[in-house]
């Protein structure tokens, strides 16, 4: 009875799992896009590689595509956008750049500039339209950040002493711009891989139960929803592997448990959509959970980098390699 029960859930499961699927809206571009950010369900900013920006206010049907005049070979790895027209890019390095938008993209001023020797930014995020962050990897031993206090006009760099402390081999991964999220204007969570993978606060850093050894291996995105932390990750040279891709942390990380069903390979993003639905993806496809990451089920086969919720609205889009931006349908 037991074995014949739990055989019909995971039959409904998957059905009511098919419902739900990603629509294309566009493709063939030659950049690949690992910055999204959406403000709105028709207001949509992507970044990234060879130094492309795209714009849409229209949910996606049209795009405004821009290449940043003397930046035409930086990777924008992450791009955060206050509206149609302000929008903030991150270059990851050497050397690093945060450029700033206030006019839909017709011309960008450098609002912060690092040419230190092995600089190289991982993620931007913003608590509200003033406070931000940007974490970079290990500089003499310790993570770079630097903060921001007027929407991304003037950033500071973070005092050394303050800086959390990076293990041997331990590293951010640039994947989806989503490995730091800022749960007030001064506390912040980060997530690392490599040869180490933790959960760094200001004042605690944990080991993960993640795959970790490799440089190619940890932890690569974060999300949160009120005290649930749910993590993403893998290892992006097994992108079929779901070997210790994922964990949920209860309690601010106090409990920590992997799924039941773990999403199906290496993800190097994850969203939360609504209640307990979340949605994660990577070089595979995409995975939907509907139990609060219990049980992820895939809902298409099409790679993406990354995934965001509309932050005044319930849109959910992707983007990827290739050109690659996607719609995800509820």
Same mark, same amino acid.
């Given at each position: 009875?037991?074995?014949?029960? /739990?055989?019909?859930? %995971? %039959? ?10 990603? @629509?294309?809206?566009? +493709?063939?571009? !030659? !950049?690949?896009? =690992? ?25 996606? =049907? ?8 003397? #930046? ?18 991150? /270059? ?33 995020? #913003? ?14 031993? @310790? ?14 760099? +973070? ?11 331990? $590293?951010? #991964? ?15 969570? *980060?997530?690392?891989?490599? *040869?180490? $993978? ?12 993640? *795959? ?10 974060? !999300? ?8 993403? &990750?893998?290892? #992006?040279?097994? =992108? ?57 089920? =895939?809902?298409?086969?099409? &790679? ?10 319930? !849109? ?9 931006? /996607? *719609?995800?349908?509820?």
């Amino acid at each position: 009875m037991k074995y014949g029960y /739990g055989l019909a859930l %995971f %039959f409904f499961l998957s059905f009511f799992a098919q419902g739900q699927s990603v @629509k294309l809206l566009q +493709m063939g571009k !030659a !950049a690949s896009f =690992r910055g999204l950010s959406v403000v709105t369900n028709n207001n949509i900013w992507v970044s990234g590689s060879q130094g492309t920006v795209g714009l849409s206010k229209d949910g996606g =049907r049209q795009w405004k595509w821009m290449t940043v005049a003397g #930046f035409e070979k930086t990777d924008f790895r992450d791009i955060e956008a206050f509206n149609d027209s302000t929008a903030i890019i991150m /270059g990851i390095g050497e050397p690093a750049y945060i450029l700033r938008t206030t006019n839909a993209g017709e011309s960008w001023d450098i609002v912060y500039e690092n040419k230190t020797k092995g600089m190289f930014l991982d993620a931007l995020d #913003f608590y509200d339209d003033a406070h931000g962050i940007v974490v970079g990897d290990p500089i003499n031993g @310790k993570f770079f950040m630097a903060t921001t206090l007027d929407a991304g006009k003037t950033w500071q760099e +973070m005092d050394e002493a303050t800086r959390p402390l990076a293990d041997s081999g331990e $590293a951010c #991964f640039a994947s989806s711009g989503t490995n730091i999220k800022m749960i007030s204007p001064s506390d912040y969570v *980060l997530i690392t891989g490599g *040869l180490s $993978a933790s959960l760094i606060t200001p004042h605690n850093k944990m080991s993960l139960p993640l *795959l970790k050894g490799k440089e190619s291996t940890g932890a690569n995105s974060i !999300a949160v929803y009120k005290k649930n932390y749910l993590i993403a &990750g893998g290892d #992006f040279n097994q =992108r079929d592997a779901s070997k210790g891709n994922f964990l949920r942390c209860k309690n601010k990380g106090k409990y920590v448990e992997t799924a039941l069903v773990p999403p199906t390979g290496y993800r190097s993003c994850i969203a939360h959509i609504n209640k307990k639905k979340w949605i994660t993806c990577g070089l595979n496809g995409v995975d939907i959970s509907n139990s609060n990451g219990l049980r992820f089920y =895939r809902i298409s086969n099409d &790679g993406f980098h990354v995934v965001q919720k509309a932050k005044k609205g319930n !849109a959910v889009y992707l983007a990827g390699g290739n050109g690659r931006i /996607g *719609l995800f349908i509820p």
